[in-house]
Nanobody
Framework: QVQLVESGGGLVQAGGSLRLSCAAS????????MGWFRQAPGKEREFVLA????????YYADSVKGRFTISKDNAKNTVYLQMNSLKPEDTAVYYC???????????????WGQGTQVTVSS
């Protein structure tokens, strides 16, 4: 079993930045591909970006390319989501996710965090 705990959400103005963190426990972190998903009010949960088990490969949704960055620190069992140039449409609950599969382009997580709210004001 894997436990994921997100932190770092909050309220930011459009054009600003936030960094989310997700701490993992319960299993070898280096054996997990990690990702972030988000769910806006009234919408389905959607994939945002993911990183491979070693951190060598990343995959991004088109909507966040050039603005968001994912990184993975296997020594700290933590994955980060750096969000820059935030837009009001980025407002959502952001969920950390983990998968034992090496495939990140169509990530199907086995484990989820509880979510953290990100609100971008215009």
């Amino acid at each position: 079993q894997v436990q994921l705990v997100e932190s770092g959400g909050g309220l930011v103005q459009a054009g600003g930045s936030l960094r989310l963190s997700c701490a993992a426990s319960g299993r070898s972190f280096s054996s997990l591909a990690m990702g972030w998903f988000r769910q806006a009010p009234g919408k389905e949960r959607e994939f945002v970006l993911a990183i491979s088990r070693t951190g060598a490969r990343t995959y991004y949704a088109d909507s966040v390319k050039g603005r968001f960055t994912i990184s993975k620190d296997n020594a700290k069992n933590t994955v980060y989501l750096q969000m820059n140039s935030l837009k009001p449409e980025d407002t959502a609950v952001y969920y950390c996710a983990a998968s034992s599969s090496p495939i990140i382009s169509s990530m199907n997580p086995e484990y989820w965090g509880q979510g953290t709210q990100v609100t971008v004001s215009s």
